[in-house]
């Protein structure tokens, strides 16, 4: 009997977790307003059609077919789902009506329908065998709290293919992330094309440029574009990233003259930082960075460069401010706003840059004084979120420098009341970095990003009143058979209680 006792509670609260219906509340990330009609189910047949802007159909399609099993037909207007742009819903929120005779989708954008999409995928059955094609009774009014809300893929400690990296968009797009941010030169390697300097990517994203010798490769400007364009279709946009004045070894394989002493370090596939830095008094250097930007900026229709501006170790504080006066007027002069981790806040020319916050600490006074002259935070607080922390003492790969960070972690804290010593209004987003010092596969990624990446697109997406944690679990306990039928690896967190 006492054996017995658990092993009925268990299967009774998987047969109720399998049973538990869809509703309006359901989806990931939380939704801001949800008013359910319990009669007005929409029920979807082989007769029901839809109509949607160009821009959003395909999506629509590839949303709804595998879970109703029915072909859908589009037509011009006036579907049974019916998708259209209307104002009022903001530049990225949506109204979705559902009741019995039909379903309304409304957004004042593309981006809003996008996300509107993503919302009616998650109130669908994973699969056409997996529940009746029903779509919920009500309304919902839905839009972010946060503009940025973003993951980091590290490409330069291990190189990921552009397939990787698509697949990576598919799955991030769906909980209404909208930027990803690549980590395209470091120490180890360099994995973006850039004509003025062929070496960079002949040499530095040569055969085994990764931590532990393994891995190299690099990104094409075609491989980009295309990765630009791919992001777009899926409203997520791409920062790229050349972390500078430090984390710049491979270039300085490659190009011996962008050291002050002319000679080529090793390379190095070691995992440490800090130790290598570009030349601060060599007018060589922002030769180097003006061609570098121009390149970039010429590919990236974002508005964002990210200028790295960590760990900078080797560099003087003196140089480090010098470096900053002459890259950020290079970065505004290419179009673009400079973006960079919070140390660059140091420099009395940030202005309106973007400061990605990765810090434990709860005040930073040059982050404080740096926003009180213009500029704007990311959050990236290291203990919450960043992926590639192990899960707990038992993950496999990943680094515990910021400690163990288990799914309830990841979602336990406030961007806006996280860092002291700034106006709430000063915080545009959140960002999770994924380092790749013990990632190779998409796998490995798949594993570290998921769930916890989810707990952060809530956090930046969902209204601070609808944060918690019960909640959240269950929601996301419902939807690991979403992954499994992805083929996407997750960390099945004991955390959760996974149907
Ligand atoms: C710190 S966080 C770094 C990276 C490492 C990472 C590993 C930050 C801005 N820099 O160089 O890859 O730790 O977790």
């Known amino acids: 009997l006492v054996l017995a006792l658990p092993l009925v509670a268990t299967t009774a609260s998987a047969a109720s977790t399998s049973r538990m219906p869809i509703t309006l509340t359901s989806v990931l990330p939380a939704v801001a307003e949800a008013v359910p009609s319990p009669g007005d189910d929409f029920r979807i047949t082989g007769r029901t059609t839809v109509s949607a802007p160009d821009s ?143 070496r960079l990517t002949t040499v530095g994203g040569g055969p085994g440029t990764g931590v532990g010798g393994d891995g190299g490769g690099f990104l094409t400007k075609d491989d980009y574009r295309g990765l630009v364009r791919y992001a777009a279709e899926r409203f997520v946009t791409i920062v790229p990233e050349i972390d500078m004045p430090g984390h710049v070894n491979a270039a300085q394989v490659a190009y011996p003259e962008l050291t002050c002493d002319g000679v080529a370090p ?85 202005g309106d840059a973007r400061l990605q916050f990765w810090g434990r600490e709860r005040n930073n006074p040059s982050v404080t004084s740096a926003v009180a002259a213009g500029a704007k935070v990311i959050m990236s607080p290291s203990e919450h979120t960043y992926l590639d922390m192990k899960y707990d003492n038992f993950t496999p790969g990943g680094l515990d420098w910021a400690g163990a960070i288990e799914v309830s972690t990841a979602y336990g804290w406030d961007p806006a009341t996280q860092l002291g010593g700034i106006p709430e209004s000063s915080v545009i987003g959140v960002e999770a970095p994924l380092w790749s010092e013990t990632l190779r596969s998409l796998a490995d990624i798949e594993f570290l990003a998921f769930p916890r990446l989810v707990a952060i697109a809530e956090i930046g997406w969902s209204p601070r009143a609808t944060h918690d944690w019960d909640s959240f679990r269950a929601r996301l306990g419902a939807y690991g058979p979403r992954w499994v039928r992805d083929g996407v690896r997750f960390h099945r967190s004991p955390e959760i209680r996974w149907s």
């Open 266 to 350: 090793r390379a190095r596939t070691d995992m440490r930082v800090g130790y290598s830095t570009l030349c601060v008094r060599a007018e060589i250097t922002y030769r180097f960075l003006d061609d570098v930007l121009r390149e970039l900026a010429e590919m990236t229709p974002g508005p964002y460069l990210h200028i790295g501006g960590d760990e900078t170790f080797a560099t003087p504080h003196g140089s480090y401010l010098a470096f900053q006066r002459r890259l950020l007027p290079l970065v505004r002069k290419h179009g673009k706003i400079p973006y960079g981790w919070h140390e660059i806040g140091q420099s009395p020319a940030a």
């Open 56 to 198: 959003v159909a395909g999506q629509l399609a590839d949303a709804l077919r595998p879970a109703t099993g029915f072909d859908l037909p589009l037509v011009p207007a006036g579907g049974d789902i019916d998708l259209a742009l209307e104002p009022g819903h903001g530049d990225e929120g949506y109204r979705l009506t559902v009741r019995k005779s039909g379903v309304d989708l409304r957004a004042t954008a593309p981006a809003g329908l996008f996300n509107g999409v993503q919302t009616l995928r998650q109130l669908l059955p994973a699969a056409a065998e997996a529940g009746a094609p029903i779509i919920p009774g009500g309304t919902i009014d839905d839009r972010p709290r946060y503009a940025y809300r973003g993951t980091m893929l590290d490409l330069a400690r291990h190189f990921h293919t552009p397939d990787e990296i698509r697949r990576y968009i598919d799955q991030i797009s769906r909980f209404k992330i909208n930027y990803l941010h690549l980590h395209l030169g470091d120490d180890q390697g360099w994995r973006i094309e850039i004509d003025a300097w062929p």
